[in-house]
């Protein structure tokens, strides 16, 4: 009978018996009369081992000269062995070249160091190297999880639209274009105001898709198009929020820890930093987290002294979150640094109903979220202050006319949670092709 197919992530099932494994060759060592090639399939890798007198002359000598990323068939009998990193080796009887690599054009990517514009450029084919495939593994996770703490809570996905007629987090990072005769459309920047209305219908809603800023920054943390998971609940007011963010995120990572051991180590992960994620998290006001710069500055542990009033730097949530071993939540900023749609607080109406989830370990903001201004007057004196166009906010302000309550949400930026939860440097290996200001191929 034909040999079973297998997938390498599965082998523990067939311990001792003969299969068939579908991939590609990841790398191969040579050492006289055995060879020692390791196969990927896309689910994990495995090392062979190929003496010379256990197979025949030509798939010695076909294996022996096959490139990299080379795609192929490899028969075998699954060996344990406790110092495989997979647990497992795999005593090659056979293979099949589905498609051989060129000699003359080698794979790209190859196991010493390249720069990140040439990993950049050729990330069609970085995407298969075990970091990169694990890191994809976890965002797949994320995500799922994400939504599955919603839909198993009550909430229902109702996906905003991704054109639209008006800004929603400020009109100096938008993507304009020609739409029609009617004039001007948008990419969006978030779906909130779209969910709003939703919430107001269904009760407790979440969207979940890409978002598009034209971001002119190049930082490690801001891409042009990311992802963002947003709920948006009726009823709800800034403390329920709060609860509503640390649940979530802890959900997220409980979930990831349970599924991706593996993938972590891979990745380089200290997961005993992502063991102390649970709830509660702490809170820290605006005015006490600006407390706690001041007093960093005149004790010398950080370089530039807060201004009250201005928004958090990078080198400043940087500070803060690196007092916490969890995620700390910042609320009631300045109302004057945040969007025209958040709430004041009643008991100082300079400050917004809002919050900031910063992640441990400097990763910075993952999560804004707000309560939204739920009255008619005070939204179109909003609207009108922050020189929007009213026609194009004629809907949302009908919100506040038809059954107004007080509602809440918040958004997450799946990239920066990748980026976090895996402790990469970088977004633009969270997500498989990163668009940023300076780079849109591949
Ligand atoms: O804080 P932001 O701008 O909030 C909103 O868009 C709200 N309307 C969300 C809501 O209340 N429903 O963005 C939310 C999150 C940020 O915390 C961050 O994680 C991510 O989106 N984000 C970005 N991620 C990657 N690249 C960028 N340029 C990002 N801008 C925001
Ligand atoms: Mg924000």
């Given amino acids: 009978p034909e040999p079973t197919v297998a997938t390498i992530a599965s082998l523990s099932q067939h311990e001792g018996q003969t299969v068939t494994l579908r991939g590609w060759l990841y790398n191969i060592r040579s050492s006289g009369k055995l060879l020692f090639p390791t196969f990927r399939d896309g689910t994990g890798t495995i090392q062979g081992i190929v003496p010379k007198a256990a197979v025949s002359e030509e798939v010695f000598e ?14 075998g009998k699954v060996r344990a062995d406790s110092r495989a990193p997979s647990g497992y080796e795999l005593d090659v009887e056979n293979i099949h070249v589905i498609s051989a690599v060129s000699p003359n054009e080698p794979f790209p990517i190859t196991l010493k160091e390249h720069g990140v514009d040439f990993l950049m450029e050729h990330r069609h084919l970085w995407l298969r190297t075990p970091r990169q495939s694990a890191i994809l593994r976890v965002r797949a996770t994320i995500m799922r999880a994400a939504s599955e703490y919603f839909d198993t809570n009550g909430f229902i996905r109702t996906d905003p639209p991704i ?14 274009m020609d739409y029609f005769d009617d004039g001007k459309a948008y990419l969006t920047q978030s779906g909130q105001l779209y969910i709003e209305a939703t919430a107001l219908a269904l009760g407790k809603v979440y969207s979940f898709g890409p978002t598009f800023r034209a971001e002119k920054s190049k930082t490690r943390r801001h891409l042009t198009e990311f992802w963002m998971i947003e709920p948006e609940v009726a009823h709800l007011e800034l403390d329920g929020l709060l609860e509503l963010a640390e649940n979530f995120i802890s959900h997220i990572v409980m979930r990831v820890l349970e599924q991706h051991r593996a993938d972590l ?10 063991e102390t994620i649970k709830a509660p998290f702490p809170r820290v006001s605006y005015d006490e987290a600006h407390a706690m710069l001041e ?38 900023y300045p109302a004057a640094i945040k969007a025209f749609y958040m709430q004041p607080d009643p008991a100082d109406p300079t400050k917004a109903l809002c919050v900031d989830v910063l992640a441990p370990e400097g990763y910075g903001e993952i999560i804004g979220g707000s309560q939204r201004v739920d009255s008619y007057d005070l939204l179109k004196q909003r609207i009108d202050d922050h020189n929007l166009p009213l026609a194009a906010f004629q809907w949302y302000l009908d919100l506040r006319k038809y059954g107004s309550v007080p509602h809440a949400g918040f958004g997450m930026g799946i990239e920066r949670a990748v980026a976090w939860i895996c402790g990469l440097d970088h977004v633009r290996e969270t997500i498989p092709f990163a668009r940023t200001l300076n780079r849109i191929y591949p």
Avoid: W
């Avoid at 054109?163 to 304009?176: K, M, V």
């Avoid at 180590?265 to 992502?274: A, E, H, Q």
């Fill in 62 to 75: 076909t294996l022996k000269n096959l490139q990299l990323e080379s795609s192929l068939t490899v028969t």
């Fill in 163 to 176: 054109l639209t007629p008006n800004a929603c987090e400020g009109t100096s990072e938008l993507f304009e």
């Fill in 265 to 274: 180590k891979v990745i380089g992960r200290d997961v005993s930093k992502l």
């Fill in 295 to 332: 007093d960093a500055f005149a004790k010398g542990l950080i370089e530039n002294r807060h201004k009250e009033g201005d928004d958090f730097g990078s080198p400043d949530e940087t500070y803060i979150s690196s007092q916490f071993d969890r995620p700390v939540m910042i609320h009631r």
